[in-house]
């Protein structure tokens, strides 16, 4: 599986914009970029996904650069409920994929009020 | 649907003895993921299902550990003589043939401390 970086940590005070980086230098042209959280006390939890193009959704944008070595998770305004470790994962497009993920160490995302 | 139910939440258990973790599934959905998560780590992934069927075991999963899925619906995670290097919280996860991996959706897991 093609490996992703992600800082540790990061901060963030209530009501502002939060960038989470990640790095994904090895990404081939069909595998998909994922973003899951883990809210304390609870499994993860889909945020987005996509392939080449920005998304949006409800909870958040997904940047995606050029080269698709790098994409940028945003939540528009931060809030404490979004204290959480985030998680970068790739995963391939084959029609066999049965979507098992592969998790990092993520980053721990603190929102200050 | 309430989502993915996993139960017990909690269990404490004595090094030797033999623990079951059960998991409900999402109704329709067809394949089911267990997943291990010690403290500071990402989850790991250990067995899959789809339906009743155990297509994937990870080299984590040893012989003291076994899954079932019978009928295709709920599944059971049984390890036997625990060990302390068991102790971690173990997740439950069920997505839908053919959605891919936004279709995962993971239970609150069972956290295990074995004494």
């Known amino acids: 599986d093609a490996k992703t970086t992600q800082p540790n940590s990061m901060e963030s005070n209530e009501e502002e914009p939060v960038h989470l980086p990640c790095n994904h230098s090895?990404?081939?042209?069909?595998?998909?970029i994922h973003w899951y959280r883990q809210l304390p006390s609870q499994g993860p939890e889909y945020v987005i996904h996509g392939l080449t193009s920005n998304v949006n959704n409800r909870m958040a944008s997904l940047a995606i650069a050029e080269d698709r070595k790098s994409s940028t998770l945003i939540l528009h305004r931060a809030t404490l409920r979004d204290a959480a470790v985030y998680y970068c994962i790739l995963t391939g497009a084959g029609g066999t994929s049965y979507g098992k993920l592969t998790f990092g160490q993520g980053t721990i995302l603190t929102v200050h009020p | 649907d309430t989502g993915v139910s996993q139960n017990p939440r909690h269990k404490i258990t004595k090094r030797g003895q033999n623990v079951t973790f059960r998991c409900d599934p999402i109704?329709?959905?067809?394949?089911l993921y267990w997943y291990r998560q010690t403290l500071g780590q990402g989850p790991e992934f250990l067995t899959y299902?789809?339906?009743?069927?155990?297509?994937?075991k990870s080299r984590l999963l040893s012989d003291r550990f076994s899954a079932e899925r019978p009928k295709g619906s709920f599944s059971t995670l049984e390890i036997q003589r625990t060990e302390q290097g068991d102790s971690a919280m173990y997740l439950c996860?069920?997505?839908?043939?053919?959605?891919?991996?936004?279709?995962?959706?993971f239970g609150s897991g069972t956290r295990l401390t074995v004494v």
């Open positions: 109704s329709e959905h067809n394949r």
């Open positions: 090895t990404i081939s042209g069909t595998d998909y």
């Open positions: 299902f789809q339906n009743e069927a155990q297509l994937e």
């Open positions: 996860a069920s997505s839908l043939a053919g959605t891919g991996v936004v279709g995962y959706t």
